[in-house]
């Protein structure tokens, strides 16, 4: 069944980095847009960033432009997300999920999501 | 940046009853629009998709529906297991953006 599993989350003090990991299995990784959300405790969903199927094109949120850098290793069927310069506004449950049903001049509609991942930025 | 208005932030309600969440853009989004519910400690899980399709597996007492700028989802006969958060996302436009969701809670 298709499935993913993020992993690399923790307790990271304000400034320092984190790379999360998003493991994917039971479908074609290399032909999906993927995504990362995150949700900070008790809070809304919050987009955070897209990379196209082949790597060839990235979208972040503004909050973290110039700060994380979304990835992707078709090869090791797995999805990154290098997170520098961390904020306590960070702090925030992360999950992946793949895109569905978009274009190239729009992204599509979020399934499945991973069971998440808790990055927590704290001094 | 889109913005997507959920209405009501909560909802209380009673086994059998019907609901309905409403969820407004701040542009066009033509139908390009998804309905996830999310419970206490799991990931969101997607209903609806381009406004109106149910995904496979949704129970069919889930409904969307769409007219220009306003989206709503309808639940006709509220279930035991309905109660739940529930997000709108739009995805017309980069950013994705979701509304701030509506917590269905047991009257």
């Known amino acids: 069944q298709v499935q993913l599993v993020e992993s690399g989350g923790g307790v990271v003090q304000p400034g320092r980095s984190l790379r999360l990991s998003c493991a994917a299995s039971g479908f074609s990784f290399s032909s999906y847009g993927m995504h990362w959300v995150r949700q900070a405790p008790g809070k809304g969903l919050e987009w955070v960033a897209v990379?196209?199927?082949?790597?060839?094109?990235?979208y972040y949120t503004d909050s973290v432009k110039g700060r994380f850098t979304i990835s992707r290793d078709n090869s090791k069927n797995t999805l990154y997300l290098q997170m520098n310069s961390l904020r306590l506004e960070d702090t925030a449950l992360y999950y992946c999920?793949?895109?569905?049903?978009?274009?190239?001049?729009?992204?599509?509609?979020?399934?499945?999501w991973g069971q998440g991942t808790l990055v927590t930025v704290s001094s | 940046d889109i913005q997507m208005t959920q209405s009501p932030s909560t909802l209380s309600a009673s086994v059998g009853d019907r609901v309905t969440i409403t969820c407004r853009a701040s542009?066009?989004?033509?139908?390009?629009l998804a309905w996830y519910q999310q419970k206490p400690g799991r990931a969101p899980n997607l209903l609806i998709y381009k406004a109106s399709t149910l995904d496979s597996g949704v129970p069919s007492r889930f409904s969307g529906s769409a007219s220009g700028t306003e989206f709503t989802l309808t639940i006709s006969s509220l279930q035991p297991d309905d109660f739940a958060t529930y997000y709108c996302?739009?995805?017309?436009?980069?950013?994705?953006?979701f509304g701030q969701g509506t917590r269905l809670e047991i009257k």
């Open positions: 990379i196209w199927y082949d790597g060839s094109n990235t």
């Open positions: 542009q066009s989004i033509s139908n390009w």
């Open positions: 996302q739009q995805y017309n436009y980069y950013p994705i953006t």
């Open positions: 999920a793949r895109d569905k049903g978009g274009l190239s001049t729009r992204p599509g509609w979020l399934d499945p």
